[in-house]
């Protein structure tokens, strides 16, 4: 029977390279401490039984132990004396040739192996030493409820950690070896509120020859709220409570459209990407200047003329694709079934607009509408081109519940040429699916706009600079100013902000009619590398 909740402790601290027995008496001082504390889940940081930086391929293969070697005996007797699980990051022998994996290991209460994971998206030092990962992406059932793991980097590819709650995880284990503040303040706590799943996640801190581990290592709930964390610089237990009874019905998980997803399932060499990726581009003859107009009717008496009259003077100054909040032409965030037929019939008006504007200063605009497309309606945004012609359109694919009261989804994520870049468009609620921008991505995408509504501060503070980093596109994020999260609009440039913290990095701004602008290089998105070895699409497991 799985208990309703149960205490889990994260350990930071920093193991020796190569000294095996010093490694093994961190595992024992740091798993006495959380188990004193009430710890029946302990995790420990990444490749703890022999440190990280080797000499040599052949350095790290004399370090490596098999998974019957003394570290994981020394576990065994842990877990067997305490009645606790164990969990560590674990520098692996091949048990049948010469390789060797960045592994993660879980062990139960009588110290059984129960669940063995092999790192899949290599950061460049594991390129040195590390074969890449085969053992997929496998979940455990225990009485602690359904655990999983992953290691580090692995959390920058939304795909691992969606596999890892599609196969069950309540829980996943993050053993890490963290360099950068944003990788623990930004990504742990993403994965865990677009996948609704608990991340217990364990880094080092301190020095390792060339490398700084600042920590960051932390417990998040599945609404991304960091339920425990340990201070940076520190070495020490932090613990806190998990209730797996809290984690959410699989709503969100429901909600997914696999059906437009089928571009995840093919080589990297099959997509509209690769051939992209390899055309020669001149960089100062790539560049556009891009916008969030936060500007749409509201109940206020003129409003709508004022919104297209700085849509306008923001078209007078230079900006060349406008991007507009979700239901341009209405005056609420969610309408009712009575409201999106009333702005259904002004969706031609809306549009004429928009035309007339864009063909008078030879601009791209993305106007999301509320559309009759045969015979239903449609949350769906209009790409209407410099000479005032429509380019394509899109329909939101995915629906929550109070939009599927009177929407019907597209079923399709496309992407059009301009003169300015290949453009994708995401709506509203699409913007809660990591595999939206992964799949515009892989068609070739070099800007994405995301006309949205947000409800609450971690769609705009965790969802949207992931998306725009994960596939080294831009993302140019247009809110409303009447929504529960109002405002904050905003460009992510494809490498992100120099601040994980968005209220530092791009403070939000709430006026209507707000613009907010960047002068986008395109060919900022026509390379996916991170850093050398780390390419964020190339990399990426295949979905399967």
Same mark, same amino acid.
């Given at each position: 029977m799985v208990k309703p909740q149960f205490r889990a402790s994260i350990v930071q601290t920093l193991?020796? $390279?190569? #000294? $095996?027995?010093?490694n093994i008496r961190l595992l024992e001082k740091y798993t006495s401490q959380a188990v004193q504390q009430g710890a029946e889940l302990i995790v420990f940081p990444e490749c703890m039984n022999?440190?990280?930086?080797?000499?040599?391929?052949?350095?790290?293969?004399?370090?490596?132990?098999?998974?019957?070697?003394?570290?994981?005996?020394?576990?065994?007797?842990?877990?067997?004396?305490?009645?606790?699980?164990? /969990?560590?990051?674990?520098?692996? +022998?091949?048990?049948?040739? @010469?390789?060797?994996?960045?592994?993660?290991i879980l062990l139960d209460r009588s110290g059984n192996l129960i669940l063995h994971y092999q790192k899949q998206f290599l950061a460049t030092h594991d390129h040195n030493w590390f074969e890449c990962g085969t053992k997929g992406c496998p979940v455990v059932e225990t009485d602690l409820g359904r655990i999983g793991a992953m290691i580090c980097f692995d959390g920058r590819i939304p795909e691992i950690v969606r596999c890892l709650k599609l196969n069950g995880a309540d829980v996943?284990?993050?053993?890490?070896?963290?360099?950068?503040?944003?990788?623990? !303040?930004? *990504?742990?706590?993403? %994965?865990? $509120? !677009?996948?609704?799943? *608990?991340?217990?996640?364990?880094?080092?801190?301190?020095? !390792? %020859?060339?490398?700084?581990?600042?920590?960051?290592?932390?417990?998040?709930?599945?609404?991304?709220?960091?339920?425990?964390?340990?201070?940076?610089?520190?070495? #020490?237990?932090?613990?806190?409570?998990?209730?797996?009874?809290q984690v959410p019905e699989p709503g969100l998980i429901c909600d997914r459209r696999p059906d437009t997803y089928a571009i995840l399932e093919k080589p990297f060499e099959d997509t509209p990407l690769a051939p992209l990726l390899a055309a020669p581009l001149v960089p100062e003859r790539s560049t556009v200047k891009v916008a969030a107009v936060q500007a749409h009717r509201t109940s206020e008496s003129g409003s709508l003329e004022?919104?297209?009259?700085?849509?306008?003077? @923001?078209?007078?100054?230079?900006?060349?694709?406008?991007?507009?909040?979700?239901?341009?032409?209405?005056?609420? *965030?969610?309408?009712?079934?009575?409201?999106? +037929?009333? /702005?259904?019939?002004? @969706?031609?008006?809306?549009?004429?607009?928009?035309?007339?504007?864009? +063909?008078?200063?030879?601009?791209?605009?993305?106007?999301p509408l509320i559309e009759q497309i045969s015979s239903v309606l449609a949350s769906s945004a209009v790409l209407i081109g410099p000479d005032g012609s429509i380019m394509g359109s899109y329909q939101q694919v995915h629906l929550d519940a109070a939009t599927r009261a009177w929407a019907s989804p597209g079923n399709n994520l496309p992407v059009f040429e301009t003169p300015w870049g290949r453009i994708g468009i995401i709506l509203g609620y699409d913007g809660w699916f990591p595999e939206s921008t992964r799949v515009l991505t892989l068609k070739g995408a070099d800007i994405i706009v995301w006309s949205s509504a947000w409800r609450q501060a971690e769609e705009r503070t965790l969802l949207t600079v992931p998306k725009a980093e994960d596939n080294r596109v831009y993302l140019v994020c247009a809110? %409303?100013?009447?929504? &529960?999260?109002?405002?904050?609009?905003?460009?992510?440039? &494809?490498?992100?902000? &120099?601040? *994980?913290?968005?209220?530092?990095?791009? &403070?939000?701004?709430?006026?209507?009619g707000a613009v907010m602008p960047m002068f986008a290089n395109l060919a900022l998105s026509r390379q996916k590398l991170m850093i050398p070895k780390v390419d964020l699409v190339r990399n990426r497991p295949i979905a399967q």
């Open positions: 193991a020796a $390279l190569g #000294d $095996l027995q010093h022999t440190g990280y930086l080797f000499d040599s391929p052949e350095h790290c293969l004399e370090l490596a132990e098999s998974l019957q070697g003394e570290f994981v005996k020394a576990m065994a007797r842990l877990c067997q004396k305490h009645g606790i699980y164990l /969990a560590s990051g674990f520098t692996e +022998k091949s048990a049948t040739d @010469a390789k060797v994996y960045n592994s993660a996943i284990l993050d053993m890490a070896n963290f360099f950068a503040m944003d990788q623990a !303040e930004l *990504w742990v706590p993403a %994965r865990a $509120l !677009e996948n609704q799943v *608990w991340i217990v996640a364990a880094t080092k801190s301190g020095v !390792e %020859r060339s490398i700084y581990y600042p920590g960051g290592s932390m417990i998040v709930a599945p609404t991304g709220q960091v339920m425990a964390k340990i201070p940076y610089d520190t070495h #020490d237990v932090a613990l806190a409570d998990i209730f797996i009874s004022a919104a297209f009259e700085m849509i306008s003077h @923001a078209a007078k100054l230079g900006i060349q694709l406008l991007a507009l909040p979700l239901y341009f032409g209405l005056d609420t *965030w969610s309408p009712t079934v009575a409201e999106a +037929k009333a /702005a259904a019939a002004q @969706a031609a008006m809306l549009i004429e607009q928009g035309q007339n504007i864009a +063909k008078q200063y030879g601009c791209l605009m993305v106007l809110n %409303r100013t009447d929504c &529960p999260y109002p405002g904050g609009s905003f460009v992510v440039p &494809p490498d992100g902000f &120099p601040s *994980w913290n968005l209220d530092i990095a791009a &403070p939000p701004v709430t006026r209507q």
